[in-house]
């Protein structure tokens, strides 16, 4: 990359800009690149299953709170 800059920025005579990029240097950087994004995607999924166990959790302990509120204990007592 710091090739490609100094290319652009330098002298209006440039050469060739394929001799600025190494092939292989790319193909192993876009390599990387695509097992970075399989990577995040795979902890999205996660993130996203833990996140909708999580808002069933809160839901259930909703529910019981709203139980409780119906029928406090005095009155199962009486």
Known sequence: MKKFIKWFFSSSTKPDFEDYLLVDDLYDRIAQLEEKVLKLQEE???????LYEIINSIEAVDRRID???????KEQFE
């Not at 999205?44 to 833990?50: G, I, K, M």
């Not at 139980?67 to 204990?73: G, K, M, S």
């Open 44 to 50: 999205n999924v996660e993130t996203t299953n833990t």
């Open 67 to 73: 139980i409780v509120a119906e029928n406090p204990l």
